[in-house]
Nanobody, 115 residues
Framework: QVQLVESGGGLVQAGGSLRLSCAAS????????MGWYRQAPAKRRELVAR???????NYVDSVKGRFAISRDNAKNTVYLQMNNLKPEDTAVYYC?????????WGPGTQVTVSS
């Protein structure tokens, strides 16, 4: 019913930038909360950033000041601008939304930051 597809991942050197995109299709609505999660090797999945339809945002402490989440409701797309990337940011990044208590996930996009 709802599909999420991430894009924009890749290999970047420390200090560089990437912008991830998550394209949503199906029954997604502009009022749904959208978020970015990541899972690094040997680590648990963690919430990186989230944004409500009203513009409220939350970030994990490790990315504050470096990452910014945004959304374009007309395009059903959420973005994650990642600046000053660090090797510890290396992970698979997943787009997420929750609709009526059900979590939807994209397949993920790999971000690799070399030192």
């Amino acid at each position: 019913q709802v599909q999420l597809v991430e894009s924009g991942g890749g290999l970047v050197q420390a200090g560089g930038s990437l912008r991830l995109s998550c394209a949503a299709s199906g029954s997604i609505r502009s009022f749904n909360v959208m978020g970015w999660y990541r899972q690094a090797p040997a680590k648990r999945r963690e919430l990186v950033a989230r944004m409500t339809s009203g513009g409220s945002t939350n970030y994990v402490d490790s990315v504050k000041g470096r990452f910014a989440i945004s959304r374009d409701n007309a395009k059903n797309t959420v973005y994650l601008q990642m600046n000053n990337l660090k090797p510890e940011d290396t992970a698979v990044y997943y787009c997420n939304t929750n609709i009526l208590g059900y979590d939807y996930w994209g397949p993920g996009t790999q971000v690799t930051v070399s030192s």
